[in-house]
């Protein structure tokens, strides 16, 4: 059972609130948090880039990496959207077992 944080942002709250639907619905996440708007500062096809985006983050188990990734790729309007995990090494016992019953058996 290894929990990961992942971590996505949205140019949108609409958007990442549909993301986060899908998920949800898909049991394919415990929970996702939409966090407040924040300014991105990038390098992208040799320009320096400013924009707005919602960060993204998605509390779920490494093996639905893999469809959490299919769905945001086919929902997100970036060329190249930011999609990367983190695992997590520690946390409170009883949240860990929380998230893996959430997503166990169920996608």
Same mark, same amino acid.
């Given at each position: 059972m290894e929990v990961i944080l992942i !971590? $996505? %942002?949205?140019?949108d709250k609409t958007s990442a609130l549909t993301l986060a639907q899908k998920l949800i619905e898909r049991r394919a996440a415990a929970c996702i948090n939409i966090l407040a708007e924040s300014t991105s500062i990038y390098r992208?096809?040799?320009? $320096?880039? /400013?924009? %707005? *985006? !919602?960060p993204v983050l998605i509390k779920t188990l490494a093996k639905h990496y893999r /469809? !959490? *990734? *299919?769905i945001i790729k086919a929902i997100h309007p970036y +060329?190249?959207? +930011?999609i990367i995990a983190v695992p997590v090494k520690l946390g409170l016992p009883a949240y860990i077992q929380w998230v893996a019953d959430e997503v166990t058996n169920h996608s």
């Open positions: !971590i $996505t %942002n949205f140019p992208w096809q040799g320009e $320096t880039e /400013v924009s %707005n *985006e !919602i /469809v !959490i *990734e *299919e +060329e190249l959207p +930011e």
